[in-house]
């Protein structure tokens, strides 16, 4: 089975200031990777994936994340952050080529101050 | 496209009722999955879907049932409502196991059991 592990509960941070997400995972297969964000009040957003191919992946909003497979890990990163990226974040994972589910991590609170 | 479609959006409970949350999609998507988030504890998959007719469990099944009669509906029964099911519901879906789509998931069910 699959698992992700989001160490940081909660990261504060002021704006234009740059972040980054912790995201690490665990499985004895390969696995694709994602990150959504949560909104306040809102259902899950997609803001990019990590299928194959190059490592580091871009995606909505001017986030990325790099694949490191020897670390097991998927982090995300934003160079400058912005009031409006005050949101939950959540890394999961899939086993790959298969009907399986996605796994979540716990989620990581980014809040953002001036 | 309404993409997912959950209602109603929030709900109270008395320990012992019954209710069914809905979830809709139009998107001609085969599979679809039910999730409750729970403060700190990230998603919980409590069943999931392959197609109409098809369901199982998963991570958090009891006290919960579904059905899948159309492509298009899922919905999510709640025989004796406890306080244990306070949260919030989410259901998702996605066309196949090609999941270079990721997961499109409803705004959520808020729902308080008292």
């Known amino acids: 089975a699959q698992s992700v592990t989001q160490l940081d509960s909660q990261v504060p941070v002021f704006e234009e200031a740059p972040v980054e997400l912790r995201c690490n995972y665990s499985s004895s297969v390969s696995v694709y990777l994602f990150w959504y964000v949560q909104y306040p009040n809102q259902g899950l957003q997609l803001l990019l994936k990590y299928l194959s191919g190059s490592t580091l992946v871009k995606g909505i909003n001017g986030f990325e994340a790099e694949f490191n497979k020897s670390q097991t890990s998927f982090h995300l990163r934003k160079p400058s952050v912005h009031i409006s990226d005050t949101a939950e974040y959540f890394c999961?994972?899939?086993?790959?080529?298969?009907?399986?589910?996605?796994?979540f991590g716990t989620g990581t609170r980014l809040q953002v101050t001036l | 496209n309404a993409g997912v479609t959950q209602t109603p959006k929030f709900r109270i409970l008395k320990i012992g009722q019954s209710m069914t949350l809905q979830c809709a999609q139009d998107?001609?998507?085969?599979?679809m999955y039910w999730y409750r988030q729970d403060p700190g504890m990230g998603l919980k998959l409590i069943y999931y879907s392959v197609g109409a007719g098809i369901t199982d469990k998963g991570e958090v099944p009891n006290g919960y049932n579904v059905s899948r009669s159309t492509t298009e509906d899922f919905p999510l029964r709640l025989e004796l409502a406890a306080p244990s099911q306070t949260s919030v519901y989410f259901c998702?879906?996605?066309?196949?196991?090609?999941?270079?789509?990721?997961?499109?998931f409803g705004s959520g069910t808020r729902l308080t059991v008292v």
């Open positions: 998107m001609n998507h085969n599979y």
């Open positions: 998702a879906s996605t066309p196949s196991f090609e999941i270079n789509y990721g997961y499109t």
């Open positions: 999961a994972v899939i086993r790959t080529g298969t009907a399986s589910k996605l796994t």
